[in-house]
């Protein structure tokens, strides 16, 4: 079983819709983190939450540390914001990052 | 915006050179990583680099792998004697602070190629 799983594997919308992306983990986590990956492959940091609730623009990213679970959100979607979304736990352990397998989000026009 | 700069942006080696992968984090960061993505598959952990020393290593981070920081501004990859299934894309990132406390930025990324 993955430590880090992530759903859907593949999402596809229309601009404009309300988009939610689940994370779910097993270990015990110092912080989670969001990530951003477009095609050509670069790594952009979206957040860091260690509990409650982060907003940044039209991007919003919640954790519930008791049930091990985190959601990315993203309202007004736009065909920009097609790209692979990516969840990451910081283990208590240490301060490497176990990735899940992305969510490849395509945002049609 | 401070960035993390990899490179070179693409290598190509054939099986058995030795390639050295090269970043420069950001300046006032403390902790530095490599992480590598195979083709499809998901970011791993290769080691993680503190107070000039390996603080932690996966794995994959055998024997044919080395890092260093030479000079105090450059954080390096070396594999020894690649093999095919090195080939990759690397990420170098590094942090202020460990643990929870920080986020993480990371490089764009060397792809490598074994032939």
């Known amino acids: 079983k993955n430590e880090v799983e992530q759903s859907p594997q593949n999402l596809t919308a229309q601009e404009g819709e309300f988009i939610t992306i689940n994370c779910s983990y097993s270990?015990?986590?110092?912080?989670l983190h969001w990530l951003q990956q477009h095609p050509g492959g670069g790594i952009v940091s979206l957040f860091m939450?260690?509990?409650g609730k982060k907003k940044h623009g039209r991007l919003i990213a919640t954790i519930n540390i008791q049930e091990k679970h985190s959601s990315l959100h993203i309202t007004a979607s736009h065909p920009r914001d097609s790209a692979v979304y990516i969840c990451?736990?910081?283990?208590?352990?240490?301060?490497?990052?176990?990735f899940g397998e992305g969510t490849q989000l395509t945002v049609n026009p | 915006e401070p960035e993390v700069t990899q490179t070179p942006s693409h290598q190509v080696t054939q099986m058995g050179q030795e390639v050295i992968l090269r970043c420069v984090p950001i300046?006032?960061?403390?902790?530095f990583y490599w992480y590598r993505q195979i083709l499809g598959q998901k970011v791993e952990f290769l080691v993680s680099?503190?107070?000039?020393?390996?603080?932690?290593k996966s794995e994959i981070f055998d024997d044919q792998f080395s890092v260093e920081r030479p000079d105090g501004s450059n954080f390096t990859l070396k594999i020894r004697s690649t093999k095919l299934e090195d080939s990759a894309m690397y990420f170098c990132?590094?942090?202020?602070?460990?643990?929870?406390?920080?986020?993480?930025?990371f490089g764009s990324g060397t792809r490598l190629t074994v032939v």
């Open positions: 990132a590094s942090s202020q602070g460990g643990a929870g406390y920080y986020g993480y930025t």
């Open positions: 270990v015990g986590i110092s912080a």
């Open positions: 939450l260690s509990s």
């Open positions: 990451a736990v910081e283990e208590t352990s240490g301060s490497r990052l176990t």
């Open positions: 300046s006032n960061h403390l902790y």
């Open positions: 680099f503190y107070n000039n020393e390996i603080s932690e």
